[in-house]
């Protein structure tokens, strides 16, 4: 299976990329792919193709996937 993932602000540093396809044997779970890009410490907003996901929830083949920073302030 392959998604595409995006990581937004300074998440791209600790990932070391800003955009590119993951590709698994398997299926996966939006934490497992966290996990895989290295940043699965860090509090994160998980898009998936639009609409927000946790981290139990599964990927499909071609799903976008954009990994923000949680931000605040005001």
């Known amino acids: 299976m392959k998604v595409t993932v995006k990581v937004i602000g300074p998440l791209a540093y600790a990932a070391g990329f800003s955009e590119k396809d993951v ?3 398997g299926t ?3 934490g497992e792919l966290l996990a895989r890009v290295n940043i699965a410490s860090r509090p994160t ?3 998936r193709n639009g609409k927000a996901v946790s ?3 599964a990927l ?3 799903d976008r996937i954009v990994i923000s920073p949680i ?3 005001g």
């Open 23 to 25: 590709a698994f044997p």
């Open 28 to 30: 996966a779970t939006a």
């Open 45 to 47: 907003i998980v898009t």
């Open 55 to 57: 981290p139990l929830d």
């Open 60 to 62: 499909a083949e071609g």
């Open 71 to 73: 931000y605040s302030g």
